[in-house]
Protein backbone atom coordinates (compact mmCIF):
# COMPACT_ATOMS: atom_id res chain seq x y z
CA UNK A 1 0.00 0.00 0.00
CA UNK A 2 1.09 3.86 -0.75
CA UNK A 3 -0.05 5.98 1.68
CA UNK A 4 0.21 9.93 1.09
CA UNK A 5 0.39 11.51 4.92
CA UNK A 6 -1.02 15.47 3.85
CA UNK A 7 -0.71 18.23 6.41
CA UNK A 8 -0.40 21.80 6.34
CA UNK A 9 1.10 23.79 9.45
CA UNK A 10 3.72 23.74 12.68
CA UNK A 11 5.73 21.36 13.55
CA UNK A 12 3.84 20.09 15.74
CA UNK A 13 1.31 19.24 12.68
CA UNK A 14 3.71 17.24 10.99
CA UNK A 15 5.84 15.52 13.75
CA UNK A 16 2.95 13.26 14.47
CA UNK A 17 2.78 12.17 10.61
CA UNK A 18 7.17 11.49 10.80
CA UNK A 19 6.31 8.91 13.73
CA UNK A 20 3.40 7.29 11.72
CA UNK A 21 5.58 7.42 8.55
CA UNK A 22 7.97 6.13 10.63
CA UNK A 23 5.69 2.85 11.40
CA UNK A 24 3.99 2.56 8.31
CA UNK A 25 7.47 2.10 6.93
CA UNK A 26 8.14 -0.88 9.37
CA UNK A 27 5.25 -2.48 7.92
CA UNK A 28 6.16 -2.58 4.77
CA UNK A 29 3.96 0.77 3.40
CA UNK A 30 5.17 3.11 1.01
CA UNK A 31 5.04 6.53 2.19
CA UNK A 32 4.93 10.01 0.61
CA UNK A 33 4.54 13.70 2.24
CA UNK A 34 2.79 16.86 1.24
CA UNK A 35 3.98 19.79 3.96
CA UNK A 36 4.88 23.26 4.07
CA UNK A 37 8.41 23.39 2.23
CA UNK A 38 9.88 24.37 6.03
CA UNK A 39 10.15 20.58 6.68
CA UNK A 40 11.07 19.14 3.59
CA UNK A 41 14.53 18.58 5.10
CA UNK A 42 12.94 16.70 8.31
CA UNK A 43 10.91 14.53 6.03
CA UNK A 44 13.79 14.11 3.67
CA UNK A 45 16.03 13.22 6.40
CA UNK A 46 14.26 9.79 7.50
CA UNK A 47 14.34 9.27 3.78
CA UNK A 48 10.80 10.17 2.72
CA UNK A 49 9.06 11.15 -0.70
CA UNK A 50 8.33 15.56 -0.08
CA UNK A 51 6.00 17.65 -1.93
CA UNK A 52 6.02 20.88 -0.29
CA UNK A 53 2.29 22.28 -0.17
CA UNK A 54 2.03 26.10 0.13
CA UNK A 55 4.23 28.87 1.40
CA UNK A 56 6.90 28.48 4.58
CA UNK A 57 5.63 28.62 7.89
CA UNK A 58 8.13 29.81 10.03
CA UNK A 59 9.07 33.53 11.39
CA UNK A 60 4.90 34.02 9.56
CA UNK A 61 3.52 35.08 13.18
CA UNK A 62 4.43 37.74 15.02
CA UNK A 63 3.39 38.54 19.03
CA UNK A 64 1.48 41.62 17.93
CA UNK A 65 -0.18 40.39 15.42
CA UNK A 66 -3.40 42.29 14.66
CA UNK A 67 -6.93 39.70 14.39
CA UNK A 68 -7.38 39.13 10.57
CA UNK A 69 -11.50 40.71 9.31
CA UNK A 70 -13.92 38.12 7.57
CA UNK A 71 -12.84 38.94 4.05
CA UNK A 72 -9.09 38.85 5.28
CA UNK A 73 -10.05 34.89 6.61
CA UNK A 74 -11.78 34.38 3.24
CA UNK A 75 -8.92 35.00 1.00
CA UNK A 76 -6.34 33.43 2.67
CA UNK A 77 -8.74 29.98 2.98
CA UNK A 78 -9.60 30.68 -0.90
CA UNK A 79 -5.68 30.81 -1.60
CA UNK A 80 -4.89 27.99 0.72
CA UNK A 81 -8.05 25.68 -0.41
CA UNK A 82 -6.56 26.81 -4.49
CA UNK A 83 -3.29 25.43 -3.48
CA UNK A 84 -4.13 22.64 -1.63
CA UNK A 85 -6.30 21.49 -4.95
CA UNK A 86 -3.15 22.18 -7.08
CA UNK A 87 -1.01 20.28 -4.74
CA UNK A 88 -2.79 17.59 -3.22
CA UNK A 89 -3.84 15.74 -6.28
CA UNK A 90 -0.32 15.41 -7.72
CA UNK A 91 1.29 14.24 -4.54
CA UNK A 92 -1.37 11.56 -4.55
CA UNK A 93 -0.81 10.15 -7.30
CA UNK A 94 0.18 6.31 -6.92
CA UNK A 95 -1.20 6.32 -3.75
CA UNK A 96 -3.99 3.87 -2.12
CA UNK A 97 -5.25 6.51 0.69
CA UNK A 98 -4.47 9.93 1.81
CA UNK A 99 -4.06 10.38 5.65
CA UNK A 100 -5.19 14.00 6.13
CA UNK A 101 -3.47 15.51 9.53
CA UNK A 102 -4.73 18.20 11.43
CA UNK A 103 -7.20 20.33 10.97
CA UNK A 104 -6.55 22.16 7.93
CA UNK A 105 -7.14 19.55 5.03
CA UNK A 106 -9.94 21.05 2.98
CA UNK A 107 -9.03 19.35 0.15
CA UNK A 108 -8.46 15.93 1.00
CA UNK A 109 -11.64 14.49 1.02
CA UNK A 110 -12.49 15.74 -2.30
CA UNK A 111 -9.00 15.22 -3.76
CA UNK A 112 -9.46 11.12 -2.80
CA UNK A 113 -13.19 11.03 -3.38
CA UNK A 114 -11.87 12.38 -7.13
CA UNK A 115 -9.66 9.72 -7.35
CA UNK A 116 -11.39 6.91 -5.80
CA UNK A 117 -8.85 6.04 -2.80
CA UNK A 118 -9.36 6.54 0.82
CA UNK A 119 -9.06 9.17 3.05
CA UNK A 120 -8.37 9.36 7.31
CA UNK A 121 -8.41 12.67 8.80
CA UNK A 122 -5.89 11.71 11.68
CA UNK A 123 -6.99 14.19 14.53
CA UNK A 124 -4.01 15.03 17.14
CA UNK A 125 -6.45 16.56 19.70
CA UNK A 126 -9.76 15.34 20.51
CA UNK A 127 -10.82 19.21 21.41
CA UNK A 128 -11.56 19.66 17.79
CA UNK A 129 -14.10 17.33 17.35
CA UNK A 130 -17.28 18.06 18.19
CA UNK A 131 -19.18 16.93 21.90
CA UNK A 132 -21.54 17.93 23.86
CA UNK A 133 -18.45 17.38 26.84
CA UNK A 134 -16.60 20.39 25.51
CA UNK A 135 -16.72 23.93 23.78
CA UNK A 136 -14.83 23.98 20.27
CA UNK A 137 -11.43 25.40 20.34
CA UNK A 138 -11.54 28.89 19.10
CA UNK A 139 -10.84 29.76 15.42
CA UNK A 140 -9.04 32.73 14.77
CA UNK A 141 -11.28 36.34 14.11
CA UNK A 142 -13.92 33.36 15.47
CA UNK A 143 -14.96 35.86 18.29
CA UNK A 144 -14.58 35.91 22.11
CA UNK A 145 -13.51 32.79 24.13
CA UNK A 146 -16.50 31.07 25.48
CA UNK A 147 -17.87 31.48 28.85
CA UNK A 148 -20.21 29.07 31.48
CA UNK A 149 -22.43 30.33 30.63
CA UNK A 150 -22.71 29.49 27.16
CA UNK A 151 -24.37 26.21 25.63
CA UNK A 152 -22.32 23.74 24.09
CA UNK A 153 -24.52 23.16 21.75
CA UNK A 154 -24.99 26.58 20.16
CA UNK A 155 -21.44 26.63 20.81
CA UNK A 156 -20.39 24.07 18.05
CA UNK A 157 -23.36 24.97 16.02
CA UNK A 158 -21.48 28.64 15.99
CA UNK A 159 -18.51 26.48 15.24
CA UNK A 160 -19.89 25.16 12.23
CA UNK A 161 -21.13 27.82 10.67
CA UNK A 162 -17.51 29.85 10.84
CA UNK A 163 -16.38 26.90 9.03
CA UNK A 164 -19.09 27.22 6.41
CA UNK A 165 -18.70 30.75 6.40
CA UNK A 166 -14.87 30.80 5.79
CA UNK A 167 -13.99 27.53 3.71
CA UNK A 168 -17.73 26.96 2.00
CA UNK A 169 -17.18 28.88 -0.85
CA UNK A 170 -13.45 28.02 -1.60
CA UNK A 171 -13.92 24.58 -1.70
CA UNK A 172 -17.57 24.02 -3.31
CA UNK A 173 -15.66 25.81 -6.18
CA UNK A 174 -13.32 23.02 -6.74
CA UNK A 175 -15.98 20.10 -5.81
CA UNK A 176 -18.90 22.28 -8.42
CA UNK A 177 -15.93 22.65 -10.72
CA UNK A 178 -14.73 18.50 -10.74
CA UNK A 179 -18.93 17.78 -11.22
CA UNK A 180 -19.56 16.86 -7.66
CA UNK A 181 -22.28 18.51 -5.19
CA UNK A 182 -21.17 20.87 -2.89
CA UNK A 183 -20.72 20.41 0.83
CA UNK A 184 -23.24 21.95 3.34
CA UNK A 185 -20.91 21.08 6.45
CA UNK A 186 -17.60 22.18 5.73
CA UNK A 187 -16.29 20.88 9.23
CA UNK A 188 -18.30 17.62 8.82
CA UNK A 189 -16.69 16.99 5.51
CA UNK A 190 -13.16 17.36 6.66
CA UNK A 191 -13.45 15.58 9.74
CA UNK A 192 -15.25 12.43 7.89
CA UNK A 193 -17.61 10.22 9.72
CA UNK A 194 -14.69 8.11 11.29
CA UNK A 195 -11.86 11.20 11.92
Given at each position: MRVLLSTIGSRGDVQP???LALALRESGQGVRFCAPPDFRGLVEGFGFEFVALGPELR?????GAVRPTVEQLR???KMSVDTQFATVPRA????????????LQIAAPTVAELMG???VQATYCPIVLPSRHHAPPPL???GDAPSEEDDIADLWARDARRW???????????RVSAGLAP????RGHILTERP
Open positions: LVAGTASAMLAAEGCDVIVAGGYIAVPGGNETWAEALNAHVDDV
